[in-house]
């Protein structure tokens, strides 16, 4: 199936800091979504993207549709705990959907 | 309640057996999803429906039946579970492109 590469797939992070993930595939996409997930929930929509280049806040939250159809950046500003979980993005190339595998956020008080 | 409820949460069942898992949204979205999500595959898509009675393969459907006589509910069967069908199993619903996931359902097969 597609692959959707989501990196990293861990990070361990002191709170207050600024988080970086991204979603990167070899093939375009015409939307990007990102998603949380606490422990033993389903997942959450955080942004939704529809534009290359879109650029699209959600409190600290920033995502980005990359220009080349094929990425998307979500960036978390001054981390707190309850920003801990699993993050997923997930792409739709028109016909269907793909999910990233995740990237698992800790963050130390 | 609004929103898109999955039963049950829990389920432990036996290789052979039947089971069904059931999925309602109240928001009248006319698409609905199945995913399985295990580690190191992410969510897998199984089964979707565009709407009443329109259904179509995902990616990892086989084992797997659904229905869709009411555009609310969308129950998802194994008809004969395996071990290999233990997973955590998430319904979806979306009326765009924006998909609504459930709570889950974990499923354990002995």
């Known amino acids: 199936g597609q692959q959707l590469n989501q990196s990293p797939q861990s990070m361990f992070i002191q709170e207050g800091e600024d988080v970086s993930m991204n979603c990167t595939s070899s093939?375009?996409?015409?939307?990007w979504l990102w998603y949380k997930q606490d422990p033993g929930e389903g997942p959450v929509l955080l942004i939704a993207?529809?534009?290359?280049?879109e650029l699209t806040s959600n409190g600290r939250l920033t995502a980005q549709f990359g220009i080349t159809r094929k990425d998307s950046f979500l960036n978390i500003s001054a981390s707190i705990p309850s920003d801990v979980g699993i993050y997923f993005c997930?792409?739709?190339?028109?016909?269907?959907?793909?999910f990233g595998t995740g990237t698992s956020l800790t963050v130390i008080p | 309640d609004a929103g898109i409820t999955q039963s049950p949460r829990y389920k432990i069942t036996e290789t052979g057996r039947q089971v069904t898992l059931m999925c309602h949204q109240t928001?009248?979205?006319?698409?609905m999803f199945w995913y399985r999500q295990d580690l190191g595959h992410g969510l897998r898509l199984i089964y979707y429906?565009?709407?009443?009675?329109?259904?179509d393969k995902g990616e990892v459907p086989d084992g797997y039946v659904v229905s869709r006589s009411k555009t609310e509910n969308f129950p998802l069967t194994l008809e004969s579970a395996t071990r290999s069908q233990t997973s955590v199993y998430f319904c979806?619903?979306?009326?765009?492109?924006?998909?609504?996931f459930g709570p889950g359902t974990r499923l354990t097969v002995t």
């Open positions: 979806a619903s979306s009326e765009m492109l924006e998909q609504y």
């Open positions: 093939s375009i996409f015409n939307t």
């Open positions: 993207l529809y534009k290359a280049g």
């Open positions: 997930a792409g739709f190339t028109g016909n269907q959907f793909y």
């Open positions: 928001w009248s979205h006319s698409y």
């Open positions: 429906s565009a709407a009443a009675d329109i259904t």
